[in-house]
């Protein structure tokens, strides 16, 4: 398998919300807050997204 070089292409851009409807959803918090994290900051930039 040959990995492209990052050079080559643009980074994706990734985001998330939460919409007024799921506001007080405690897992969707909670879901947020773990993609916030370092570590899966870290993980997710290493599939080639950015944040």
Known sequence: MWMIPQAHYDAIRQDAVILKKGAHN???QALVR??????IKDLI???????
Request: charged share 20%.
């Open 26 to 28: 405690e897992a969707a």
């Open 34 to 39: 773990l993609l916030q994290s370092p570590n």
């Open 45 to 51: 930039r290493s599939y080639g997204y950015d944040l």
